[in-house]
C-alpha cells in the first residue's frame, strides 16, 4: 500500500502541486481545496511547523559593525568631494543579529527546500517591479507561526480541515485547510 496519495499526477507535477499549497498555506495562513489534496499537505506543513517550534529559540544575538550610508532629508546618499571626485560619506553603526546554530540553520535548509519564493506587490502599484518585497517565509515561521503553536500541549493539531461542501464541476469534496 502506498504511504501518500499520487493525486492523480505524475511525481514532478505532485511535488510541484504540494510544494505551492504548503507555501501559500504559510503565506496566507488558510486555503481552499480538495480533500485529498488537504490531507498531504497538512503532513508536510505540520512537519514543517514542528521543525520551527523545536527550533525558534535556537539562536544567539551578535554584535555587528556595519557601514552604512549617510542620507539627507529626501532619502539620498550624501556625497562629498575628495580629490575631485564624488564620494559618498559612510558612518559606523552598531547592530544586533540573529545567527542561527548549527541545528537551526539545518532546519532552515530543510524548509526551503520546500517553500518556494514569494513576492509581495502592493495593490497601488501593481504591475510595476519598483515596489516590490520578498516575503521570508522561515522567518515567518520560525517568529510568528512557532510560538503561536507552541502554546498547544499536544504533539502536532497545528492544522485544521474544515469541510465546505461539494465543488460544483466534478462533485469534489472543497475543504479548508488554515493553521489553527
Known amino acids: 500500500?502506498?504511504?501518500?496519495?499520487?493525486?492523480?499526477?505524475?511525481?514532478?507535477q505532485r511535488n510541484a502541486l504540494i510544494r505551492n499549497q504548503v507555501t501559500n498555506l504559510i503565506h496566507n495562513g488558510k486555503i481552499v481545496t480538495t480533500e485529498a489534496k488537504a490531507k498531504e499537505i497538512r503532513k508536510i506543513a505540520e512537519s514543517m511547523i514542528a521543525l520551527a517550534i523545536r527550533?525558534?529559540?535556537?539562536f544567539e544575538e551578535v554584535p555587528v559593525k556595519a557601514k552604512v550610508a549617510r542620507k539627507d532629508?529626501?532619502?539620498?546618499?550624501?556625497?562629498?568631494?575628495?580629490?575631485?571626485?564624488?564620494?559618498?560619506?559612510?558612518?559606523?553603526?552598531?547592530k544586533t543579529?540573529?545567527?542561527?546554530?548549527?541545528?537551526?540553520?539545518?532546519?532552515?535548509?530543510?524548509?526551503?527546500?520546500?517553500?518556494?519564493?514569494v513576492t509581495e506587490i502592493?495593490?497601488?502599484?501593481?504591475?510595476?517591479?519598483?515596489n516590490t518585497k520578498e516575503?521570508?517565509?522561515?522567518?515567518?515561521?520560525?517568529?510568528?507561526?512557532?510560538?503561536?503553536?507552541?502554546?498547544?500541549?499536544?504533539?502536532?493539531?497545528?492544522?485544521?480541515?474544515?469541510?465546505i461542501?461539494?465543488?460544483?464541476?466534478?462533485?469534489a469534496m472543497e475543504v479548508l485547510l488554515e493553521i489553527i
Not at 500500500?1 to 514532478?12: D, E, I, P
Not at 532629508?73 to 552598531?94: H, I
Open 73 to 94: 532629508a529626501d532619502g539620498k546618499r550624501v556625497k562629498e568631494v575628495v580629490d575631485g571626485k564624488k564620494v559618498t560619506v559612510y558612518d559606523e553603526v552598531e
Open 122 to 130: 502592493p495593490a497601488a502599484v501593481a504591475g510595476k517591479k519598483k
Open 55 to 58: 527550533e525558534k529559540d535556537n
Open 1 to 12: 500500500m502506498a504511504k501518500y496519495r499520487k493525486l492523480g499526477r505524475t511525481s514532478s
Open 165 to 171: 461542501g461539494q465543488r460544483k464541476g466534478d462533485a
Open 135 to 163: 516575503v521570508d517565509l522561515v522567518a515567518k515561521l520560525f517568529d510568528e507561526i512557532a510560538p503561536k503553536c507552541a502554546a498547544r500541549t499536544t504533539q502536532g493539531g497545528y492544522t485544521r480541515i474544515v469541510k
Open 97 to 117: 543579529i540573529k545567527k542561527d546554530n548549527s541545528s537551526r540553520l539545518h532546519a532552515r535548509r530543510q524548509m526551503l527546500k520546500v517553500l518556494y519564493n
